[in-house]
């Protein structure tokens, strides 16, 4: 499958700070989504991007798919401890696979 | 409103000893997967299902199987198990193939 960056790796935050984390691809997408994965559980869509350069926002969270067509961005503003787990870029390009990155795990402290 | 559900939750098996992993959708969706989750490796998929009677290789199928046995349902089975397939399976369905993937809540793996 095509290789997907995905960085950084792990954050330990406080809670009320702002999280970015991104995804950049040596191939061009289609389709750009970010999924988050609680502990025991499947991974959740929470952001779904179709065009170039759209900026999705979902609550708290904001997603934008890169005007090149080979990166996105995932942004959390004001996060809780329930934002705790780890995040998933996808990406696809014409066939049927999604290219996931190696996810961020995220840690939020009270 | 179950979506996809996967059974067994977890196993355990002997090494060389052989399993089916089920997994079954309610939402009428055409296409099926089947991903492994390991430690740093994100998801991989194994095979995809793009719809009934179709079945097709991904990132990493030695050592596995599929059936689609209807539009429901999509078994994963491992002929004879390894330690390197000790993972973590998630079966996933998506109505077309531009459209995101819902997940099941996964079989944990062992093989000893």
């Known amino acids: 499958g095509q290789q997907l960056n995905q960085s950084p790796q792990s954050m330990f935050i406080q809670e009320g700070e702002d999280v970015s984390m991104n995804c950049t691809s040596s191939?061009?997408?289609?389709?750009w989504l970010w999924y988050k994965q609680d502990p025991g559980e499947g991974p959740v869509l929470l952001i779904a991007?179709?065009?170039?350069?759209e900026l999705t926002s979902n609550g708290r969270l904001t997603a934008q798919f890169g005007i090149t067509r080979k990166d996105s961005f995932l942004n959390i503003s004001a996060s809780i401890p329930s934002d705790v787990g780890i995040y998933f870029c996808?990406?696809?390009?014409?066939?049927?696979?999604?290219?996931f990155g190696k996810g961020t795990s995220l840690l939020v402290t009270p | 409103n179950a979506g996809v559900t996967q059974t067994p939750k977890f196993q355990v098996l002997k090494t060389g000893q052989s399993m089916t992993l089920q997994c079954a959708q309610d939402?009428?969706?055409?296409?099926m997967y089947w991903y492994r989750q390991d430690p740093g490796m994100g998801l991989r998929l194994i095979y995809y299902?793009?719809?009934?009677?179709?079945?097709d290789k991904g990132e990493v199928p030695n050592g596995y199987n599929v059936s689609r046995l209807n539009k429901r349902e999509f078994s994963l089975r491992l002929e004879s198990a390894a330690p390197s397939q000790t993972s973590v399976y998630f079966c996933?369905?998506?109505?077309?193939?531009?459209?995101?993937?819902?997940f099941g809540n996964g079989t944990r793996l062992t093989v000893t």
């Open positions: 996933a369905s998506t109505k077309e193939s531009n459209s995101p993937l819902h």
């Open positions: 191939s061009i997408f289609n389709t």
């Open positions: 991007l179709y065009k170039a350069g």
């Open positions: 996808a990406g696809q390009g014409s066939g049927y696979a999604l290219n």
């Open positions: 939402m009428n969706h055409n296409s």
């Open positions: 299902s793009a719809s009934e009677g179709t079945t």
